[in-house]
């Protein structure tokens, strides 16, 4: 016994030191390569699927293009899987993907060749467990190769943070999504499952401890984040991590630039044929909004959406015969898989938008809507609710919803506002999504989460 609580903190204090003792050397050389001055700080980001394209990485480079810009003294870092691409390869896909320009000569890359560590097909039982050793494997390769003064994961492997916090590196996260959390937990019905889930949900609250800085990417996400932190009881320690929500930034640039006036009687949705999106809620609406107004004889509800497989094609026949069975055919569209000058010409003529999804977590297609200065007419829950369509200078920039019947009378309503109101609207709604959703107010975000402080 005696011999463990010696050995164990030695053992551990000779890993450390292997660790940085190795870190000074390769900051300099990596530094000297890139002929950056010698106090130059190093700031990683722990991002293993960098090259994929997706609403993550457009965060990763957002903020790593900011950091270019207004910090000279701080060299980003990213540590990548991806080992097929290069550098000029990603910084390429970047600036091609997101218009996002990377300056190559003040970033640096850490390929790592262990990825498969954290891929869950790794491990087909306990993949949360799985994936979540095999981040601490992943991160030990990415520090073994680089030691940075600080670091950011981007990608939710929150159980690096406590390796980093181990060898006294400042660390942070950015969570788009938890990996689990209480209220995730509450609607997992097999009680055999759920001791695996709370014993995996204590570790993971403790490692989100471990971070200094914490950013989520809307109020869904922090708050079940939040709900994870206070897990199984919340820390009585002052001072305890308060997650903050920076927004990704969409590009509303197209969209902005439409006209807001000459609109049709059109109402539009823009939403996977999936069934949480409630399409026949929306049709059901336009069936009540005719029988208590039938002067809107020439409304069309147009239904843009992916449609993928046969499911999603079931789905779209079934809302068809909907269609027909309330009598309103003639007054419904469908656009499916439609090309993006399509989409945009649709946000042209209409003059309502809408989602009727229950509890959406987001909702970008909103924000498109209001770019577009289409009125939103939204599902009164979630991101829609809390995020998005919410008030600007004290006034409306949409309305919500629940069934039906009140669908249809805020279309009606839209459609009663008198020009000078009905232009307002719309341009209210237009600038608030352009500003609150910008890559201005991401910058300022991600400024006031207190990023900086991580390298002092
Ligand atoms: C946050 O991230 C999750 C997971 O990637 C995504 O589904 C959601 O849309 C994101 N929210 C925002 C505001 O982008």
């Known amino acids: 016994m005696f011999s463990l609580v010696i050995t164990i903190p030695l053992l551990f204090l000779c890993v450390v030191l292997l660790f940085t003792a190795r870190s000074h050397e390769q900051r300099q050389r990596v530094i000297e390569d890139l002929s950056l001055p010698p106090n130059t700080k ?238 026949a809620m929306q049709i059901r609406a336009l069936h009540s909004l005719l029988q208590t107004h039938p002067k809107y004889e020439k409304v069309q509800l147009v239904l843009i959406g992916g449609c993928r497989n046969e499911q999603d094609q079931a789905r779209v026949t079934a809302l068809e015969n909907l269609a027909v069975e309330l009598g309103v055919k003639e007054h419904v569209t469908f656009v499916l898989n439609a090309p993006y000058p399509d989409v945009l010409a649709w946000l042209r003529r209409a003059s309502v938008g809408l989602n009727t999804m229950l509890d959406e977590h987001f909702g970008i297609n909103v924000v498109e809507f209001m770019a577009a200065g289409v009125i939103p007419i939204v599902h009164a829950s979630g991101g829609p609710l809390e995020d998005i369509v919410v008030p600007f200078n004290g006034k409306n920039t949409g309305y919500h919803a629940k069934s039906p019947e009140t669908f249809a009378a805020a279309i009606h309503e839209a459609f009663s506002l008198s020009p000078a109101e009905d232009r307002e609207i719309r341009r209210r709604a237009r600038t608030w999504a352009v500003q609150q959703f910008s890559e201005a107010e991401f910058e300022a975000g991600w400024e006031a989460s207190g990023w900086a402080k991580l390298l002092r």
């Open 42 to 279: 190093t700031l990683a980001f722990f991002h293993p699927y960098c090259n994929a394209g997706g609403g993550g990485e457009r965060v990763l480079w957002t903020a790593i293009a900011y950091i270019q810009r207004t910090r000279p003294e701080v060299l980003p870092v990213v540590y990548t899987g991806d080992i097929d691409a290069t550098k000029d390869s990603i910084v390429q896909k970047a600036q091609s993907r997101f218009s996002i320009a990377l300056d190559p000569d003040r970033l640096h890359f850490v390929f790592l060749t262990r990825r498969v560590l954290v891929e869950d097909s790794t491990y087909p039982h306990f993949t949360l467990i799985g994936q979540s050793m095999g981040s601490v494997g992943l991160v030990l390769e990415a520090l073994w190769n680089f030691v940075p003064h600080a670091y950011i994961d981007t990608m939710g492997y929150a159980f690096t943070l406590p390796i980093l916090r181990i060898l006294g590196i400042p660390a942070g996260a950015y969570v788009h999504y938890p990996t689990v959390s209480p209220p995730m937990i509450s609607r997992v019905a097999r009680p055999s499952k759920l001791v695996y889930y709370h014993a995996f949900m204590l570790l993971y609250s403790l490692a989100l401890r471990c971070a200094q800085v914490l950013m989520v990417n809307s109020t869904w996400t922090r708050k079940h984040v939040a709900a994870v932190l206070a897990y199984p009881f919340s820390s009585s320690r002052r001072g305890t991590i308060k997650p903050r929500v920076v927004y990704p930034s969409c590009d509303t640039r197209e969209m902005a630039k439409l006209p807001l006036d000459a609109r049709a009687q059109v109402v539009v949705s823009i939403a996977q044929f999936r069934p949480e999106k409630d399409h």
